[in-house]
């Protein structure tokens, strides 16, 4: 009795293949033993290869007997004809073989073979293949005479196209209780038979496309460098045909990923299913599984991507680690890399291909997209402006073409009504899939009273009707769960069906499906040859059936262990999608309601982990599908300050603040009192941040007047988010002090609610607070490098920041190399805003080394990145420190040029702006010999210092108008305001700035400036 399927065991339909010598027992009478050992090897010899060459695998042999398998380890869409094929070719084999045992010992064999399809267990330690199948093949086999083959029925079914073959009387076999009709197989047709339609029709036309797509891979070998290649039509016209006739021809890595239809919020699912290809252990790049042991960051980015690591990262950071990776594998074989159906691909999903685009460099990568046109309603400007992207537009078949293809798919010897001819022709319009579909109409139908469907639906529609109800349901659950389906998915949505993978066969003799690679580990998986054909099996389900088999399909995927990243995505959408047809149907009842319950629990967990990924997008579509199933009135508060949080993150502050005003609401109704302090935070935290000079007081009042009841109240998310508001509200004003310990606290709450995403974007805030205030720097930069230490992403913001703080401690030759190192990883990553913002780092480090010059140049670079970037806020400061550089190169006109466009650009709580570009006015005035106006001016510039808590901003005025003093012959009021600056410094520990001063005070003194000198 067999044991309970084990894990590696399943069920599939395969195709079995029996053989035995007859005769060999009255051979083995007549020859030596030796020669008989010998004859038989030879045998056995032919026949492995006969099989092997058919792609079959030989499961053993069994005294004369050979047993082989067609499908086993992977399923062919044509293993019934591959067995078939391998049987008419052992007979052949033995023919030849015959003539040479007649030759070397006068005599010879025959064999009889059995072949049968059907389902059988693979997978067992000992066997390939157990079942009954197996069985009824051994005894097709005893039946057949010497030289016959003798087919099952099932294995008929399948290739009775390709084949002549004739009935036999129903055969009784031992252990059957009813008959069995087998055939008798007398002749395989040619390869080239067009009545098999397995790979359709011979390509027509479309040499010129292939000539443009063949010359754009050669550029992109000959030059080492990486090309955007786009392939724009409409449904059917060709796109995946052209590339897979390309693709035959050329000599590269292939990886291909698919976008989804439904993929809204599933972002990532083309680029997983090519990260996988590339990883694989089997069939992938040792040089892409060698950087990812290397680089911890792209190991760290690929595998949040892969669902195997939990932290934060960012799209960004995906895309340069997706690039890495395929950098590390296009070297000596070039990589081509297929994303098809990019008209359904997410915004960041072509931000992804871009950034690819416009950054590799120096391997050879060509990216190939094919999409329908309307991807370019929404990215108008894909591909454009570059100089490595084309873009070709696929149009529908010439009418020549079109009718060579009408020629090729008429099966040979049948005849086409002219008018019906013509019809096809006229309404196909070129579009090669409404020909073929067309036309296997007709041949499934035999063409009695049909009209020719004037859309592709309705063609489609028509031919789907033709299948036996059978194939329909399997075909319609499949439709359910998408282009590419599982069997087993089939199997729990058709539960009365005894024979799914048996007609799944038949589905694929006829062409509407194809066998694919399985997404889920030890399924078998299909594919709709045209993802028309999907549409039109799913339209034609009942809206009830829908929803039913969606739940059945969303129930299945939650019961399997998957191992899926994208199992919340996709389980959310399938029970979402259940849900709202019964809703279609009538009033939600429990059942429904449990439905949406449960989607709304998935949709919110994948929401959480794109944010994690920073996929703003996608997480924002997840979250408001999550909210917009659950019960009215039963508002959940945490997604919902996520969901303000990543409006507000994306830009849309309006409807960030309209959503949190709406909660607020929802919660008085409720009389939720924390609920409605908790809304108000979000919301609030955003007006303050987009207007922080009306805003700022109103959101203190609400920080202090939540706090009790918050804190009462001790959800550690409700509490992340007062503390979060709490800091920004000392942090504007520059209480960095305050902030920094209110945004210490908020990331220790976002932790306790498990909140990565919010704890991340925390500790950036808490990095510039620390850094900004009077914390001494050597524990500072202790802080800075535990927080790098925390995640193992990249963080361009805490690297420039340490950076910054090494050359306060006198350690330029570090925070040089710091900077220069974060700077070239932010340029790989394209993030040029980061890079530019970061030369004020570069400026402040050579300021203190004393290279005037130097941090001149830094910052006049930064200042014009910024500026052709069209990046306002940035370039305030930057010009204010431009200013200070020109001033200390004593190119005092110039500064104060740049000082007045600092003004221009920054508002007036914006402290370091005010404080360089000011100061600078002041001392260029002192220059000018207007004492009274530089004082008058640099003393309002020392009262805003002060309001700070960052000793750097008073001790700089204090420096300012120590110079001031200077020139104006007052040496010793000079003297004591530098020692207060020097003070000031040093009680942060910013030895580098104390030296700075002393500096530049001999320089006074000695009458010289760096210009002079
Ligand atoms: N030039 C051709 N010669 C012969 N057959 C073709 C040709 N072009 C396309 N076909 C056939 O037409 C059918 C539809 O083509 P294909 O799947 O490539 O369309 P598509 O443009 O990728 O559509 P979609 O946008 O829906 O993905 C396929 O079965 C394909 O084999
Ligand atoms: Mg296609």
Partial sequence: MAAAAGPRQKRKTVTVLFCDVTGSTALGERLDPESFRQVMRRYFDAARRVIEHHGGTVEKFIGDAVMAVFGVPVLHEDDALRAVRAAAGLCEQIAVLNRELEADFG?????????????????????????????????????????????????????????????????????KSLPVTAYRLLQVRSDM??????????????????????????????????????????????KSRLTAEFLRGIDARVLVGRCLSYGQGITYWPVVSIVKQLLDSEHGSADATELMGRDVKVAAAVNVLLGEQETVTSPREIAWAVRKLFESCAGPVPLLVVFDDLHWGEPTLLDLIEHIADFSRGAPIMILCLARPELLDWRQGWGGGKLNATTLLLEPLKPADTAALIEELVPEGSHLDPQLRERVQTNSAGNPLF???????????????????????????????????????????????????????????????????GWLMTLVQKDLVRPERAVLPGEDAFRFRHLLIRDAAYEALAKTDRAELHERFARWLEERDTGLVELDELAGYHLEQAFCYWCELGPAGDRARRLAVDAAAHLDAAGRRALDRVDIGAAVNLLERAETLLPPRQTNLALQESLIRGLGESGRFDDAIARADRIADESAAAGDRVGVLRARLAGMMWQAIVDPERELAELRTLVAEARPAVERDGDPAALATLEYAAGWVDYIPCRNVAAFAAFTRAMQYARRAGDLWFETSIRKMAAAAIYLGPTPRSEALQWI?????????????????????????ERFDEARSVLAASIGQ???????LSAAWAMQTAWEIEMLAGDDAASERNIRQGCEQLDRLGERAALSTSAGELAEALYALGRYEEAWQWAVRGLELGSSDDLATQVFSLGVQAKVLARRGETSAALTLAEQVDRLARTSDDPRNPGDTALYLAEIMYLSGNPTRAGKLVQRAIDLYKSKGAIAFAKRARRLTAQWASGTSPAST
Wanted: some cysteine; hydrophobic content about 40%.
């Fill in 107 to 175: 005599a010879s064999v025959s064999v009889r073979t059995g072949v049968n399809t059907g389902q059988v267990i693979t997978g067992t330690e000992e066997r390939l293949a157990t079942g009954d199948a197996v069985n009824l093949a051994a005894r097709l086999e005893q039946a057949a005479a010497p030289g016959e083959i003798i087919m099952g029925p099932q294995t008929w079914r399948l290739v009775r196209d390709a084949v002549t073959a004739e009935p036999l009387e129903p055969l009784r076999l031992k252990g």
């Fill in 193 to 238: 038979d067009p009545g098999i339609r397995l790979a359709g029709a011979p390509l027509v036309g479309r040499q010129g496309q292939l000539r443009v797509l063949g010359d754009a891979f050669a550029n992109v070998v000959g030059e080492r460098s990486c090309g955007l290649f786009t392939v724009l039509g409409t449904a059917g016209v060709g």
């Fill in 435 to 501: 020909v073929e579909e067309m036309l296997a109409l007709l041949t499934e139908s035999d063409g009695r009273g049909l009209i020719v469907p004037p859309t592709i639906q309705a063609l489609l529609a028509a031919r789907l009707d033709q299948l036996r109800p059978e194939e329909r349901t399997v075909l319609e659950c499949g439709s359910v769960e998408g282009q590419s389906f599982h069997q087993g998915a089939v199997q729990v949505m058709a539960p009365e069906e005894p024979d799914v993978p």
């Fill in 785 to 809: 490098t535990d927080a790098e230490a925390q995640s193992v992403t990249y963080q361009p913001e805490l690297e420039w920041r340490k950076a910054a703080m090494l050359a306060e401690l």
């Fill in 826 to 832: 932010m340029n790989e990553r394209g993030l040029a």
